[in-house]
């Protein structure tokens, strides 16, 4: 039996490390709405748009054909600090599940920073030295993401400058002090450094902040100061892109024991983890060549694909960035602060946006008590402390085992794993405590906030 080789740890050799990441777009045939410039309402440039980012994440932005894009070397030999990352075969979850499914799950926590953020954050910030930058500023609502970029702005002796959800500032100052240690800088968002920040406060005094905001200031601040950029963690093509490297290992490891999966799941905030661990066997779909289900998992607190809509909207509160044709919940929709965790945008990658439009994958949202349910069943059984965000996949895993339990179908499973939770132990005390609420926005609410809605 072929089966019995298969290791409980899939590890690829470092030499057998993707050397390119792979992009999605040139296999859809159709292609993400582009950006639009605010102002004119026209397509944005590569000139436009390098103005606010790199010249180089620019470019490849805006590429929708390019199918490859080499990995220059000096990241390559980032990533081998903590890449091939392992497929794990999650034996003891389904034992206690009692499931025939099989079930594996490709773990992105193994680095400091303890997540997938660390992919695009190496990509981000080398081509931002590339161009002779000084520096780079950026957002973060749970944390990760500005974790990650502080190690690789570290790793290669560039200023980083993190505008902070207040709530999580608040909430998780061991975040904050591990980018500070990094050598970040990091502010609680909104703030009075900036216009739109200020703005903000004016109008929401105790309002706990929220990305949308955050990144409005972030952009703010580089576009307002020589030699810096503004680089995001999420959403855009460009990170992606970095973050195919996920899917493109997880389909060499699952061909290396010739595993089939049946369902891959993945939770989404603004998309990056999704689109990456699934951008390869989406193209293999785009192309006819195999078919998958393909399910997005997000909170109902916070619910862009399952209820929002398709439409061109501001990816940020202040109106600056470019405008995004993208499932969204309107730029002005702020979950609510009993919302732990990520995964907290209100929008989704225009990508992804596209591809659940054409009706490519699918999507479904959970309530916060059923996540920590299953994070709580994954870290007694597997060991791992998931991140709350990774334990959306987690639920949506485990109840697609558990509908095998019901027919027997021993369907293959293949979720993301994609962060450790350790910073996350509020939330987890909430839960342990019996205190952790769900909450539903009602559609007056949404309807509030898509109101706002760009006419375009
Ligand atoms: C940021 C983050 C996410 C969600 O972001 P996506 O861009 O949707 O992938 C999920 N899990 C972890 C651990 C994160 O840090």
């Not at 591990?178 to 004016?202: D, W």
């Not at 060549?289 to 997000?298: K, P, Q």
Request: hydrophobic share 35%; charged share 20%.
């Amino acid at each position: 039996m072929a089966n019995e080789k298969i290791p409980y740890k899939i590890y690829l050799e470092e030499t057998q490390m993707p050397k390119a990441w792979y992009n999605l777009r040139a296999d859809m045939r159709n292609k993400p709405a582009p950006l639009l410039n605010p102002q004119t309402l026209e397509p944005m440039s590569v000139d436009e748009l390098s103005a606010v980012f790199c010249k180089e994440l620019a470019i490849q932005e805006l590429d929708d054909t390019t199918p490859f894009v080499d990995i220059p070397d000096e990241i390559l030999s980032f990533y081998k600090m903590y890449r091939p990352s392992p497929l794990v075969r999650a034996y003891c979850l389904e034992e206690k599940l009692k499931t025939p499914a099989k079930v594996y799950y490709k773990f992105e926590g193994n680095n400091t920073s303890g997540s997938h953020k660390l992919n695009s954050a190496i990509a981000q910030a080398y081509y931002a030295k590339k161009q002779g930058l000084v520096g780079v500023t950026t957002e973060t609502g749970a944390g990760q993401w500005g974790t990650a970029l502080s190690m690789a702005c570290a790793y290669l002796g560039l200023d980083c400058k993190v505008y902070m959800v207040k709530v999580s500032y608040e909430q998780k100052p061991f975040r904050r002090e591990l980018m500070r240690t990094y050598g970040a800088s990091v502010t609680p968002s909104p703030s009075a450094e900036t216009q739109c920040g200020r703005k903000i406060l004016a109008a929401h005094p105790e309002t706990g902040g929220s990305l949308g905001c955050a990144i409005s200031e972030a952009v703010e601040k580089a576009v307002g100061t020589p030699g810096y950029r503004y680089v995001l963690g999420s959403v855009l093509n460009q990170v992606l892109l970095h973050q195919s490297i996920i899917g493109l290992e997880t389909k060499a490891a699952l061909d290396k024991y010739e595993i089939v999966p049946d369902i891959i799941i993945g939770c989404a905030g603004g998309g990056s983890n999704l689109g990456g661990l699934i951008a390869p066997f989406m193209g293999q779909k785009l192309r006819g060549e195999a078919d998958y289900r393909i399910i997005a998992v997000e909170p109902v607190s916070c619910p862009s694909l399952t209820r929002g809509v398709y439409a061109y909207d501001f990816c940020d509160t202040g109106m600056i960035c470019p405008l995004s044709k993208m499932y969204t919940l309107g730029s002005g929709f702020i979950p609510a602060p009993n919302h732990a965790g990520g995964l907290r945008y209100h929008g989704m990658s225009t990508t992804l946006s596209q591809l659940y439009h054409d009706g490519l994958m699918e999507a479904r949202s959970v309530e916060q008590t059923k996540v920590f349910e299953a994070a709580e069943l994954f870290a007694r059984t597997e060991g791992i402390l998931p991140a709350p965000e990774s334990s959306h996949a987690i639920r949506a895993a485990i109840d697609e085992a558990e509908n095998c339990s019901l027919t027997g179908e021993e369907k293959t499973i293949v979720f993301g794993l994609t962060g450790t939770g350790y910073f996350d132990m509020t939330a987890y005390e909430k839960y342990n405590d019996g205190k952790m609420s769900d909450y539903v926005p009602t559609d007056e609410e949404i309807g509030e906030s898509l109101a706002n809605l760009p006419k375009v």
